[in-house]
């Protein structure tokens, strides 16, 4: 997303709507790496590598990749190519986001999350001439049937009362994790903010992979607050 205003770290300058165009590619890959052996866990790693390779996108942000100690395996900075600068966030229970930064990209500046659920990046690319704010982002799961006003808020589905999934704690992590990504953007004009959300935000968006069976969730009833 961008702005008209100025920058005030790298990339100072006046970016409008008509500016820079970036690529973005965007995938929770369900913990692709077993956390305890680090290795492949459902055979997907190829096929993630091989989306960089073909698309060629400025930035690929992965959640649920299964990288601990915020490293990234071998295996996957040799698979996105030797141009490419892939980061990663861990979290004690096991939570994690990546961000992999196409050759055309410097990176100025890395904050992590200590939860695992938000990599932050600043990227440049001209020599410093246009800076962006990436922010991998991954919600807690069942912030469909919540209001992040509140820790207990339930709803009405269609099949009535709506499970809540979500606990006290999953709330306060999704309001903690929206103002550490504001704070992170915040100096810049220029931002891309992506990842699993884990809600939806408008009625008849369908987040269910599949089937023919009614979703009890009431979509759309999560609010940043």
Known sequence: MATQGKASRPGDQTLTRDG?????????????????????????????????LQHKPDFMLLQEAGVRHNKVPAA????????????????????????????????????RHPSGRALGVVASRQGGKVAIAVVCLYQPTGLDTQSLRSTRAKSEGPAGP?????TPHAVEMARELYDWTEHFIEPYPMFLIAGDMNETRRGGLDRRMGGDATDPRLV??????
Do not use: H
Not at 25 to 37: F, G
Not at 162 to 166: F, P, R, T, Y
Not at 220 to 225: D, F, K, S, V, Y
């Open 20 to 52: 820079p165009k970036v690529s973005l590619l965007t995938w929770n890959v369900y913990r692709t790496l077993d956390n305890s052996k680090g290795q492949d866990k459902m055979g997907k790693l190829d096929y993630i590598t091989s989306l960089f």
């Open 76 to 111: 996957w900075s040799e698979g996105f190519g030797a141009d490419a600068t892939a980061l990663a966030c861990s979290g004690p229970r096991g939570a994690s986001t990546m961000v992999v930064l196409g050759r055309d990209w410097t990176v100025e500046e890395v904050q």
């Open 162 to 166: 709506a499970k809540v999934a979500s």
């Open 220 to 225: 759309g009833t999560a609010r940043p607050g």
